[in-house]
């Protein structure tokens, strides 16, 4: 990713810029949480004066924010980072800012690795920008903002979002559960639920300025309600976001399978506008390294809540994470992922290569699994993958589907992007008569491994 972020905002073009007016950039790794929370941070620039623009060299003041679930994004990220260095020396004024996971992680050591940065911004300080940047002007010396602990519920701040159609709304921040790979609960504090009313007021809000799609965003929504009992479960929250009549589509993520219940399948099944895409992480088909990933599920339990969901929704897709050369991860081991891929036929799966974190517990694992072999087996798990995802997508072609006209497709202006209920994306030559955010009808005429085409119809 070396694209600043997009935001919904007008961006004045060079002739008219301001000289007078102070400009901020923003780049995102990770996660829909920290894109989410770079809205926020730019929000708050936004309301101390600052304008977005879309170019480096414009700006006096970037922001990177961070990610370090994988050692592959850290090592982009530093990449980054360095590039600024130059920009740096030309104008000293500019102020770096590095915030998420990474900051949240190697706090002051990031002033060590790179001692251009200004502004070091953690996940639970997120909502202090305005005062850290005052700080610093007043100061003229680095700040270092970094909590060890979060709040338990962080106050709102002044927000711009990136899309039009769709927007992200946390329901809950922080995770409890310590799968032993992963550096999320380390960086992301326990779980804390945000109260119903104030998730229920954003999203009202939120389709009153034209937002047709919302997603429910936590890294274990089915934890809702978890940490205190005032506001009920996730059920009860879906319940109640399905009846804000100002939108039209609400999806969620992510899912624990552990967690999720007949209360919410039912939920789903019995609303009116939470769609019919279940995102259900599995992270491998042996039980062995379920257990050693301390996942809390078999995938005989897995094969049931499939089961259950695919009865009572069934049309419904499947898309799944999946993590290949986890220590101990034997080639037989790994056959019994390939041959469960087989089994459930997900819609599409989301798969990495198993990255040491340090200070989890796997990455001082016995048997760690060679680069070589893990790409090898990443080779495979896409190649049975992408094969069952054409064959799921071309029982589309000459059907009609419906999406939400999202906009021109990233790659050319006359085509135009939508995305069902299920979360399929189609692509069709635009007839001029599509309004962004309006339903379209399409009729599939060619299906591929990651998206469907078409044609509009009446
Ligand atoms: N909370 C979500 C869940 O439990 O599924 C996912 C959050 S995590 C940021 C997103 C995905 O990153 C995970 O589902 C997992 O597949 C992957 N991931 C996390 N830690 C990883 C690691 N150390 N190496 C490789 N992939 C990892
Ligand atoms: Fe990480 Fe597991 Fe929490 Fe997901 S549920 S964020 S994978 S610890």
């Known amino acids: 990713m070396s694209k600043p972020d997009q935001y919904n905002v007008e961006i004045p073009s060079n002739e008219v810029k301001d000289s007078n007016i102070k400009y901020f950039t923003t780049y ?12 926020r941070l730019a929000g708050q620039l936004k309301s101390i004066g600052y304008e977005y623009t879309e170019s480096l060299e414009d700006a006096s003041f970037i922001l990177i924010n961070t990610c370090c679930v994988r050692e592959s994004a850290e090592k982009k990220i530093y990449g980054k980072i360095g590039e600024l260095k130059n920009l740096k020396v030309s104008n000293p004024n500019l102020i770096i800012a590095i915030a998420g996971c990474m900051a ?31 700080e610093f002007e007043e100061s003229k010396d680095r700040v270092l903002a970094v909590w060890d602990q979060a709040e338990r519920l ?30 999320v609960p380390y960086v992301r504090g326990r779980e804390r639920s945000r109260p119903l009313h104030d998730i229920i007021e954003e999203i009202y809000q939120l389709g009153l300025d034209g937002f047709k799609e919302i997603t429910l965003l936590g890294q274990n929504v089915n934890s809702y309600g978890n940490d205190t009992k005032e506001y009920g479960d996730f059920a009860d929250l879906l319940k109640a976001v399905d009846q804000v009549e100002t939108i039209e589509r609400v999806r969620y993520m992510t899912s624990h399978p552990r967690d999720i219940n007949d209360k919410v399948i039912d939920t789903i099944l019995n609303s009116k506008k939470i769609c019919d ?20 599920y078999t995938t005989d ?56 974190r340090s200070g989890t517990p796997a990455a001082t694992m016995a048997d760690q699994v060679p680069l070589v072999v893990k790409k090898e087996r990443l080779q495979k798990l896409m190649d049975v993958q992408n094969d069952i995802s054409l064959e799921i997508n071309q029982q589309f ?7 939400i006209v999202e906009g021109p497709s990233q790659r050319d202006e006359n085509r135009l992007m939508g995305r069902t209920t299920t979360n399929k994306i189609v692509l069709w030559d635009k007839q001029g008569t599509e309004e962004v955010g309006q339903l379209a009808n399409i009729k599939i005429t060619t299906a591929q491994t990651w998206i469907l085409k ?3 119809i009446d």
């Not at 897709?317 to 469960?340: A, C, N």
Request: glycine letters at 6%.
């Open 28 to 39: 995102t790794y990770g996660c829909q949480m920290n894109h989410h929370d770079s809205e």
């Open 397 to 403: 072609t000459d059907t009609v589907v419906t999406v």
């Open 301 to 356: 339990y897995y094969r049931e809540l499939v089961r259950k969901i695919r009865k009572a929704i069934p049309h419904a897709s499947l898309t799944t994470d999946i993590i290949v050369g986890f220590p101990g991860e034997t080639d037989e081991l790994f056959q019994e992922t390939l041959e469960f891929l087989k089994e459930i036929r997900f819609d599409a799966s989301y798969t990495f290569l198993y990255s040491k």
């Open 154 to 183: 962080a106050p709102d701040v002044p927000t711009i979002r990136r899309g039009k159609i769709s927007a992200w709304v946390p329901i809950m921040y922080g995770c409890n559960n310590f799968c032993t790979y992963c550096i």
């Open 277 to 296: 895409h279940f995102h259900l992480p599995v992270q491998s088909g042996s039980d062995t390294i379920l257990k050693m990933m301390n996942r809390g």
């Open 104 to 134: 949240q992680k190697d706090k002051e050591k990031l002033f060590k690795k790179a001692p251009h940065i200004d502004l070091i911004i953690g996940t639970h300080n997120v909502h202090q920008l305005v005062e850290i940047v005052k």
């Open 454 to 456: 078409g044609k509009l």
